[in-house]
């Protein structure tokens, strides 16, 4: 029988409801529409900010390397415009560029937070 761990559950959470929300955002355009709710920025950038606080310092390292491969990633395919076609009627450039901000959004303030309590863990030993 498999131990389940239970020390990062908060962090778990909210990376799955962020991602979840960056995804659905990204899809229904609510980003990059003209006069959209800010709302929705800020509680993409606080769900980072959890998550960033509840990385284990264990941890920390892959986490940062995997996140700011992912913020690298996304910020080259909205600055690249990947893919400019309609299919079916759907716009994807203006979806994937959506769905790319919202993880910026999501990913940043994590990445800053870890990596502010990796120096500090440093500068500690």
Excluded: H
Aim: with cysteine; charged share 10%; hydrophobic share 60%.
């Amino acid at each position: 029988m498999a131990i389940r761990a239970r020390e990062n559950i908060i962090g778990a959470w909210a990376f799955l409801v962020g991602v979840i929300l960056a995804v659905l955002l990204g899809v229904t355009g609510n980003l990059t529409k003209v006069g959209a709710n800010p709302s929705f920025i800020v509680a993409l950038m606080v769900i980072g900010i959890i998550m960033g606080y509840f990385v284990a310092e264990k941890d920390s390292n892959t986490f940062l390397l995997a996140v700011v491969s992912v913020v690298i990633v996304c910020f080259v395919g909205i600055q690249g415009q990947i893919i400019s076609a309609a299919i079916g009627g759907f716009e994807i450039q203006r979806m994937l560029t959506a769905i790319l901000s919202a993880f910026i959004y999501l990913f940043l303030p994590a990445t800053i937070i870890v990596a502010i309590k990796t120096v500090f863990s440093i500068s500690r030993s």
